[in-house]
């Protein structure tokens, strides 16, 4: 199936797919230790299970559209999504991509200012923004863990900023991969690998890259054996330190 196919048909599906559905509780749920539910003890979780609800998406369904009202807010539990910004000029930005443990509606904005749209099949707990607000009202805990994160998003903001300004193709892609590869491995990925379930183009358009471009520097960095793959949605990293000093980061 293309990826438009793909796309159209989880649109098509996300209507039934997306109702909010009751909470199945947080025992057991590998994404809390990432997840600004951790800011609570467990023996408080039960306050978010009587507040949440679950949604499961589709992958290519749209979860929220740029512009529309912020009524919720969502921890994502499974699978990927990309965070899209369409450009005054109709180019599109990919600002992120967001996996399990990150939070979304981390804004002051009335209005979303992204479009969120599913990667992969995803799953994701779902509160009301009243409910999220009257939560860090009585437990401030929970509220000082979204203010870590905030801010943890912003300096990865800054980041990506730097890169764009500053980093010349293939010193972005080993960034990206770098920086993928260590978010992943915190969800319990391997060390050595990387999955990109996305598109050389979401990839390109978080970059600030053409697919060209985006394509070439995997080349590239395949022909010097930095990386390794066959399929190009599992990467192997195999020189990690050669990736490093590509992306200017400090030997491991």
Do not use: N, W
Request: glycine share 8%.
């Amino acid at each position: 199936m293309s990826p438009r196919s793909a796309t159209a048909e989880g649109q098509r599906r996300a209507p039934e797919t997306m109702r909010r559905k009751p909470h199945d509780g947080c025992a057991g749920c590998l994404a809390r230790p990432l997840a600004v539910c951790a800011s609570l003890p467990e023996d408080l979780t039960y306050v978010l299970e009587a507040s949440a609800g679950q949604l499961r998406l589709p992958a290519g369904a749209t979860l929220v559209r740029e512009g529309t009202p912020r009524r919720e807010v969502y921890t994502m539990t499974h699978g990927m999504m990309r965070r899209v910004r369409l450009l005054p000029d109709g180019r599109r930005l990919v600002a992120g991509f967001l996996m399990p443990g990150d939070f979304i509606g981390l804004t002051g904005d009335s209005h979303h200012r992204h479009t969120l749209e599913a990667v992969t099949d995803c799953a994701m707990c779902v509160f009301s923004l009243t409910d999220m607000r009257a939560l860090c009202e009585r437990h401030p805990e929970l509220e000082s863990g979204l203010l870590g994160q905030a801010c943890s998003e912003l300096d990865a903001a800054r980041s990506s900023l730097m890169s764009l300004a500053r980093m010349t193709p293939l010193e972005r892609l080993a960034g990206f991969l770098l920086d993928m590869s260590q978010r992943q491995r915190q969800r319990g990925g391997e060390p050595s690998r990387v999955e990109l379930p996305m598109t050389r183009a979401d990839i390109a358009d978080h970059l600030g890259l053409t697919v060209e471009t985006v394509s070439r520097s995997f080349t590239r960095l395949k022909r010097e054996d930095v990386v390794r793959f066959e399929d190009p949605h599992h990467i192997e990293l195999h020189a990690p330190d050669r990736l490093r000093l590509l992306a200017g980061f400090a030997a491991a």
